[in-house]
């Protein structure tokens, strides 16, 4: 989940050559004022912005949607902001969200139904704070919601809750899956039945603080930024139960054109946070946010654990300061699910959207831009 800097960045127009059908809830019931009031915003020239779809639901405050397809049906795993009055910061603490809702709908552009809280904070028994982006997966009648949670030392970890249905409610396990750390956990499963989880975010994310394998309470909050190499995204393979490391955890490398490690200093193409893997034509597609330059790019690799090497930009810049997308296939077409700023005009209180995936011949991802 993209997380920090204190200012909105000017609202962005984005329209693209093939839009979907507005994806707006049916729900008429609004818990939150300041939703169905935004505020007035404009662009640049003082006209009004432009948005490649409509919010999925607009009574309550959704980001960092992760997308999935169960029994024919989308569900959506979104984080669930909230306005807490809180200062903003690099580190992220005006993100304080406490509980999760799911969504889900069964076409693009049809009706979107909330299906209340899921997973609470307080139903954690090791959580202290922050209540940050989360995923799902589904395996033997068992649907898990994987979630990063600062644990009562104020270090972020990953937990993992269960139940029967992929509404929830999910209960939690009593401790965080051991070994995990950082934040914006993303479950893939292969084609051979393997799982593996994406995770890591730089500055309030804590990833730079376990650059030597151990955490680092006085690491600098910010990333490094010379010609070192990037901080990568940490992969590891679940247990057969999906709810420990079967393995180590691993280093996401990214490779340019030449082969060679992404240098820190290049945040135009070096990971962020918020990953997320999809194969498409026996190709593995690691994406990402690149955080304080706002863009959704990708990589491509033939192993679920990379190395990649850097394609393009998914997605250019929404409007909000922070970008977290989700990619899924759904009869027959791709689609990407993100999230920007319309409804409220502030980088903390976001809106989830969905819009659809166009790609080249070759595999690569058409770029939607501004």
């Known amino acids: 989940m993209l997380h920090h800097f204190s200012l909105?960045?000017?609202?962005?127009?984005?329209?693209?050559?093939?839009?979907?059908?507005?994806?707006?809830?049916q729900s008429t019931q609004q818990t939150d004022?300041?939703?169905?009031?935004?505020?007035?915003?404009?662009?640049?020239?003082?006209?009004?912005?432009?948005?490649?779809?409509?919010?999925?639901?607009?009574?309550?405050?959704?980001?960092?949607?992760?997308?999935?397809?169960?029994?024919?049906?989308?569900?959506?795993?979104?984080?669930?902001?909230?306005?807490t009055g809180m200062p903003e910061n690099d580190k992220g603490d005006h993100f304080a969200m406490r509980d999760y809702h799911i969504l889900s709908m069964d076409s693009i552009g049809g009706k979107v139904t909330d299906h209340g809280v899921a997973l609470d904070t307080k139903d954690i028994p090791w959580a202290g704070r922050q209540l940050w982006a989360p995923d799902a997966a589904?395996?033997?009648?068992?649907?898990?919601?994987?979630?990063?949670?600062?644990?009562?030392?104020?270090?972020?970890?990953i937990g993992v809750a269960t139940s029967s249905s992929p509404t929830g409610p999910f209960k939690a396990e009593p401790k965080p899956i051991e070994g995990s750390f950082s934040i914006d956990p993303a479950v893939f499963t292969d084609t051979d039945g393997k799982a593996y989880m994406y995770f890591g975010g730089l500055w309030g994310g804590q990833l730079q603080r376990w650059a030597t394998g151990?955490?680092?309470?006085n690491a600098a909050e910010k990333k490094p930024d010379g010609d070192e190499p990037a901080?990568?995204?940490?992969?590891?393979?679940?247990?057969?139960?999906?709810?420990?490391?079967?393995?180590?955890?691993?280093?996401?490398?990214?490779?340019?054109?030449?082969?060679?490690?992404?240098?820190a200093k290049d945040n135009t193409h070096r990971f962020f946070e918020g990953a997320w893997m999809h194969k498409y034509q026996g190709k593995y597609y690691f994406s990402y946010s690149t955080g304080d330059t706002h863009l959704l790019a990708y990589a491509?690799?033939?192993?679920?654990?990379?190395?990649?090497?850097?394609?393009?930009?998914?997605?250019?810049?929404?409007?909000?300061?922070?970008?977290?997308?989700s990619i899924v296939e759904f009869k027959g077409k791709w689609y990407i699910f993100y999230h920007?700023?319309?409804?409220?005009n502030k980088t903390w209180l976001r809106n989830v959207k969905v819009t659809e995936l166009k790609r080249n011949p070759d595999g690569s991802i058409v770029t939607i831009t501004p």
């Open 8 to 25: 909105c960045r000017p609202a962005l127009v984005l329209a693209a050559p093939l839009l979907l059908a507005a994806c707006q809830s």
């Open 33 to 83: 004022a300041a939703a169905t009031t935004p505020e007035a915003k404009a662009d640049s020239t003082g006209g009004k912005p432009k948005f490649l779809s409509k919010p999925l639901v607009s009574d309550i405050y959704t980001a960092d949607p992760s997308a999935h397809v169960f029994n024919g049906k989308i569900y959506i795993y979104p984080s669930h902001d909230i306005e």
């Open 138 to 157: 589904f395996k033997s009648g068992t649907y898990y919601l994987y979630f990063p949670v600062k644990d009562k030392q104020d270090v972020f970890r």
């Open 214 to 217: 151990k955490y680092n309470a």
């Open 231 to 263: 901080i990568g995204a940490r992969v590891a393979q679940l247990t057969p139960d999906m709810k420990q490391f079967a393995g180590p955890v691993k280093e996401v490398v990214i490779l340019d054109s030449l082969g060679k490690p992404l240098k």
């Open 300 to 325: 491509v690799g033939t192993s679920p654990a990379g190395p990649f090497t850097y394609k393009g930009v998914i997605m250019k810049p929404v409007q909000g300061w922070t970008t977290h997308h």
């Open 340 to 344: 920007d700023t319309e409804l409220s």
